[in-house]
């Protein structure tokens, strides 16, 4: 049994709500990981593109949608 959720599905209204920027808490929620997945995706460079703003990280929303939708499904019934 597999504790994965489907990827939520999102509307033009979801995206106009959001802002062009996500902390890495918001992308976090969004992808459902904790935000410690999220800095080690960066350290190995395998994660959504990030960006520094001053000294804050922050991801740009279209990025994170087209970096998830590049992602591919692994097949768990082996």
Partial sequence: MSSLSPRPS????D????????TP???AAYLGVPVKTLYQWKYRGIGPN???????LRYR???VDAWLDR???????A
């Fill in 61 to 63: 929303w279209h990025e």
């Fill in 71 to 77: 992602q591919t499904a692994y097949d768990l019934t």
């Fill in 10 to 13: 999102h509307t033009a209204a």
């Fill in 50 to 56: 990030v960006h520094k703003v001053g000294r804050h």
């Fill in 25 to 27: 808490a918001e992308v």
């Fill in 15 to 22: 995206a106009s709500r959001r802002g062009p920027l996500a």
